[in-house]
């Protein structure tokens, strides 16, 4: 039986709200006040995240998460080729070379 996993987010199929952004902010606020004195930067932090998202238009805010999960997509990627890398895994290379194509503008 073959399973249809989805490795990463598109970024264009984000379907966030304004009210969905606060909560998943409280979220993380919540677990770290659970030890506020190694977090207590962090808290802050997600206290002004919380001020920046009330004070940005949704459709602004949508734009700059879309952003945002690109980059991890992009980070997730470059994160796995260093592994591979790092495991001597052959596959990495052709992939690195691709990369370094693509910067290039030898695409």
Known sequence: MEKNHKLAI?????????????????????????????????????????TYIKLTKEEDLIKIFKEIVDGFNRLMYYNGLAHAKANGEKWADAFEMLKDNVKKGDW
Not at 10 to 26: G, R
């Open 10 to 50: 598109n970024p264009d199929e984000l379907k966030l709200s304004k009210d969905d952004l606060k909560e998943m902010v409280k979220g993380m606020i919540k677990r770290w006040e659970k030890n506020k004195m190694a977090n207590k930067g962090v808290i802050l932090s997600g206290y002004g995240m919380l």
